[in-house]
């Protein structure tokens, strides 16, 4: 059952039958007594002129009689007074009302020998009347006295009053329970929908529903209340999809991590297998070029073979030092002269190609807990390569640090051609360049990721506002254990 049915049934219904019974028992004791009442009057006045007509009915001279009725008058309501004998034949009267009673009734009066009262109609008329014995000063019965009282006061209407307080009660009534009705329908019942649409709307998932702050004070506190259940349970889901990420992106540097030590065994292996052959090669290399027999181009392709010798070489040993966990030496670095440090190595590769370098840092400075020289190296790694990418005019890095104090982001962005979006998952894999064969070798951004992970930190890769790609890095600013990742 609704609420508004189960309030009216339970509440409203049992009051207005309350009251229904006390407005009745009221108006039928306001009837009584003003029945009463008039009987009682008309009672006393019919004795009292029971006794002063007693002594003109022995006299047998009508005028004592007529002044005696006509004495009856003067009391409020009297519209009628007469004498009848002992046979109930009229003897003198006045007034309304005569043949109210028969001659049977009035000798019966007689012969209880005591008053006589009853509510009577006559021509339209009620009356009450009341008849009462007449006796002599010897006690002797010589004849009947009739009071009649017309009701023509509040009496007469005491029913019908009745009736119209019973219609306006109802119709009162009818009042009532409709406003409390509507009252209930707008100020509790609406409200109640509202809250529980946006409930229905929550469950069906759609979590960014929120409850409009109106209608009653109280409302407006479960609405509020509400509201911040919902804020609460978003900032909770909002954490959950962070750490899921989070977790995702850990399972994928730890698989990248499992892939880069494996490497790192393999590379061990190789160089260990490689590197008496590749000095063999580097050194007879390097004595045939100073052969006086040779010509210019047999020692130039002499030195092209020993600077792909050296190449290897560099890859085996980056490939080892990717695939090791390394205890990074660390201690307190300025940010800005980390930022100076790697401008200058990388200054004479931008000038050429007239690229900008803008540089925007929080003052005063931060500082962190990192090897300066590998924060440099990562630098220089990321701006030569936003250098090398075509169409490059502008190289921006930017620095901030977060409210705690505790982190330190980077961003290196560039104007260039970006990165595709297919691209962004793989840039940090070892032996990924989009660059043509022979001009990379693909390990660079994975020697970055690499220093970066020893330092406990973060690197990501995204689209700049600049039109070209961007790396967002993320330091500590205080010493942690490096991510197991």
Request: glycine residues 8%; negative net charge.
């Amino acid at each position: 059952m609704r609420l508004r049915n189960l309030i009216i049934l339970t509440v409203i219904v049992p009051l207005f039958i309350v009251l229904v019974v006390f407005s009745l028992v009221a108006i039928k004791s306001l009837e009584d007594n003003v029945r009463s009442k008039l009987q009682t009057e008309v009672e006393i006045i019919t004795r009292a002129m029971s006794t002063s007509l007693g002594y003109a009915i022995s006299s047998d001279s009508g005028t004592p009689l007529e002044e005696a009725l006509q004495s009856a008058f003067s009391f409020h309501r009297i519209y009628g007074a007469y004498v009848f004998d002992t046979r109930g034949r009229e003897v003198y009267g006045l007034g309304l009302g005569k043949d109210l009673f028969t001659q049977e009734e009035i000798q019966q009066v007689i012969e209880r020998d005591d008053l006589y009262s009853n509510y009577r109609q006559y021509d339209g008329w009620n009356y009450y009347s009341a008849l009462i014995p007449l006796r002599t000063p010897d006690n002797t019965v010589r004849g009947v006295l009739q009071v009649n009282r017309l009701n023509t006061g509040i009496e007469n209407y005491t029913g019908f009053i009745s009736v119209v307080a019973l219609l306006v009660f109802v119709i009162g009534a009818g009042g009532i329970v409709f406003s409390i009705w509507w009252g209930f329908r707008r100020f509790i019942e609406r409200p109640l929908n509202r809250l529980l649409r946006v409930m229905m709307l929550v469950e069906d998932g759609d979590r960014s529903q929120r409850a409009a702050l109106e209608g009653p004070r109280e409302y407006k506190r479960l609405a509020s209340g509400l509201n911040q259940m919902l804020d609460a349970m978003a900032e909770k889901d909002t954490d959950i999809e962070v750490r899921q990420r989070r977790e995702m992106e850990l399972e994928k540097r730890l698989r990248k991590s499992k892939k880069l030590a494996e490497l790192g065994v393999l590379a061990a292996g190789v160089a260990h297998e490689i590197g008496a052959p590749l000095t063999v090669i580097n050194g007879q290399a390097q004595r045939l070029a100073r052969r006086n027999v040779i010509g210019d181009d047999e020692r130039a392709r002499l030195g092209r073979i020993r600077g792909e010798v050296e190449r290897i070489v560099k890859i085996v040993r980056q490939l080892m030092e990717l695939g090791r966990q390394h205890n990074v030496e660390k201690d307190s670095q300025a940010l800005d002269l980390l930022i100076e440090n790697a401008r200058a190595l990388v200054e004479e590769e931008l000038e050429p190609r007239n690229i900008r370098l803008e540089i925007d840092l929080p003052t005063p400075s931060p500082t962190l807990l990192a090897n300066g020289q590998q924060i440099v190296q990562v630098l220089t790694n990321l701006m030569r390569n936003a250098a090398q990418a075509g169409d490059v005019s502008v190289i921006r890095l930017r620095a901030e640090q977060s409210e705690d104090a505790k982190e330190l982001h980077l961003w290196v962005e560039d104007d260039g051609p970006g990165i595709a979006k297919t691209h962004h998952q793989q840039v940090f894999d070892p032996f990924f360049t989009t660059k043509p064969v022979g001009q990379g070798s693909g390990l660079g951004l994975s020697m970055v990721h690499r220093i970066i992970n020893d330092h406990g930190g973060t690197i990501g890769v995204f689209d700049s506002v600049l039109g070209g790609a961007g790396f967002e890095i993320s330091l500590p600013t205080s010493d942690i254990h490096p991510r197991e990742d």
